[in-house]
T-cell receptor
Framework: NAGVTQTPKFQVLKTGQSMTLQCAQDMNHNSMYWYRQDPGMGLRLIYY???????DKGEVPNGYNVSRLNKREFSLRLESAAPSQTSVYFCASSELTLYSNQPQHFGDGTRLSIL | QKEVEQNSGPLSVPEGAIASLNCTYSDRGSQSFFWYRQYSGKSPELIMFIYSNGDKEDGRFTAQLNKASQYVSLLIRDSQPSDSATYLC?????????FGKGTMLLVSP
């Protein structure tokens, strides 16, 4: 049982390049999330998908797009990477949270550096 | 803007002592509260959650919630060096969590 799997684990990009971070979960969860974590800033929500077919902006969505490909997969795309997007990115999933107290389970993270 | 505040630390305690980690939140309508532990270079892992006023115990961990004071805490009894990590408080809103910046705990042998 892998839980939440993120790929790649590490990536170095040049400014202006694009890339997609992949996330898949095998826990049959309805909700999925993308966070970034920067030193001294804590975890900040970029986008989330409360259920298959829906996506919503979080606290820091600018410069990112997401796709909920199916119930298992939720990808994060940087169309034109900027040095300010250097961060550790975490994907998480949970049961549908609207009416429950289910916790979120995190992947191992993607460490992204943009030069 | 919903806010979750934690003392950044580090909080230093000797092995065997009780570590007390605190968190305050701004949204009075918040219903659920989570504590995550994050080791350096690793992802957050859930320790416990609480949604009723009072105490909830799980092994060496006790979460305490006071909704009137908008305050949640985590007590770690018999602290071990392996407890050294950053502890994140998270507060559930309508459908998302808001995280505090975390408190670093250092347990010295």
């Amino acid at each position: 049982n892998a839980g939440v799997t993120q790929t790649p684990k590490f990536q170095v990009l040049k400014t202006g390049q694009s890339m997609t971070l992949q996330c898949a979960q095998d826990m049959n969860h309805n909700s999925m999330y993308w966070y970034r974590q920067d030193p001294g800033m804590g975890l900040r929500l970029i986008y989330y998908s409360a259920s298959e077919g829906t996506t919503d902006k979080g606290e820091v969505p600018n410069g990112y797009n997401v796709s909920r490909l199916n119930k298992r997969e939720f990808s994060l795309r940087l169309e034109s990477a900027a040095p300010s997007q250097t961060s550790v990115y975490f994907c998480a999933s949970s049961e549908l949270t609207l009416y429950s107290n289910q916790p979120q389970h995190f992947g191992d993270g993607t460490r992204l550096s943009i030069l | 803007q919903k806010e979750v505040e934690q003392n950044s630390g580090p909080l230093s305690v000797p092995e065997g002592a009780i570590a007390s980690l605190n968190c305050t939140y701004s949204d009075r309508g918040s219903q659920s509260f989570f504590w995550y532990r994050q080791y350096s270079g690793k992802s957050p892992e859930l320790i416990m959650f609480i949604y009723s006023n009072g105490d909830k115990e799980d092994g060496r961990f006790t979460a305490q919630l006071n909704k009137a004071s908008q305050y949640v805490s985590l007590l770690i009894r018999d602290s071990q060096p392996s407890d050294s990590a950053t502890y994140l408080c998270a507060v559930k809103g309508y459908s998302t969590l808001t995280f505090g910046k975390g408190t670093m705990l250092l347990v010295s042998p």
